[in-house]
Structures are given as C-alpha cells and as structure tokens.
C-alpha cells in the first residue's frame, strides 16, 4: 500500500470513528426507560402522571409515564372517553425541550381521539414538552397544545 493510499485509509478510518462517536453522543440524548428520562433531566423525583390544565371542554388529558416490557410508554386518556393514544416511545433532549416520538408501528389510538388526532398521528406525532416549573409542562404537537399539572385539578 503506497503511503498516499494509507493515509486515505487512516482518514477514512478516522472520519468513520468520529461519526459513529458523534451518533453515541445523540443517542445518549434520548431515554428509552424510566430511569434513563429521569437521569437525562437530572430529575429522579420527575412526576409520571401529568393533567391537563387548559382544555376547554371540561375533560382533561391525562399523560401516563409507563414503563411496559422494559421501555418507556406513554398513554393519553381524555377524562371520561377514554384512551387517546398510547404506545412505546423514545424521549429526547431538544434544547431546552423534550420530545415524545412513538414508535410508529405500536402506536395506538383509541375511541377518545378526534380527527385531528389521527391526522396528526398519520405523519409521525412528535410531542414537544416545555416545564414550566417543577410542576408544570406545555405539552404541544401539530395543530394543538395544552398545559399539564403534576397535581389532579389545578
């Protein structure tokens, strides 16, 4: 091997590792499991349950951190229709923001989601999470947001 060629290589090699260094370090950006979302936001004490405080019909959301078969899954029920959507997701840092990204193939919508819902969900259904305070997140996605509580009814 000539010594041009070799350095081509060693290049190659080394642009290779420090790609595949950079995706480790996005992947470690994101939590799959309970533990992992609380050590990502540096939170061990993060409530899992969160209620919908701006909804206007009287009926809030309610977002459920689960754990099921060892990841992370989160469930929305709408107060008094049932199940919303749920199924296994990821979680991300984005800034000073969190996102939800079901994993597509497992996501299930229930009678209590309305049109815009499903259409929203036909094009992937990223949710952004915003805290507002130790006890407060907006919680937003395609054409529809909504501000949650840690704490049933306020």
Same mark, same amino acid.
């Given at each position: ?13 080394? &642009? ?16 799959? $499991? ?38 992370? &899954?989160?469930? &929305? ?24 990204? &079901? ?17 929203? !969900?036909?094009?992937?259904?990223? !949710? ?18 909504? $501000? !949650? ?6």
């Amino acid at each position: 091997m000539s010594r041009a060629s070799h350095r081509k290589w060693l290049g190659g090699l080394l &642009f290779l590792l420090l790609a595949m260094a950079g995706e480790c370090h996005a992947a470690s950006r994101c939590a799959a $499991t309970i533990r992992d979302l609380r050590s990502l936001l540096a939170d061990q004490s993060l409530p899992l349950k969160w209620h919908e405080t701006t909804m206007d019909d009287g009926k809030p959301l309610v977002l459920s951190i689960l754990e099921r078969g060892g990841s992370l &899954f989160m469930q &929305f029920d709408k107060t008094g229709e049932g199940l919303w959507a749920e199924g296994p997701s990821v979680v991300c840092l984005r800034g000073p923001d969190l996102e939800i990204h &079901f994993v597509e193939e497992k996501l299930r919508l229930g009678p209590a989601a309305n049109w815009i819902t499903r259409y929203t !969900f036909s094009n992937g259904g990223a !949710f952004t999470l915003t805290k507002l305070g130790a006890e407060r997140m907006r919680i937003a996605t395609t054409g529809w947001s909504g $501000t !949650f509580s840690s704490r049933e009814g306020e």
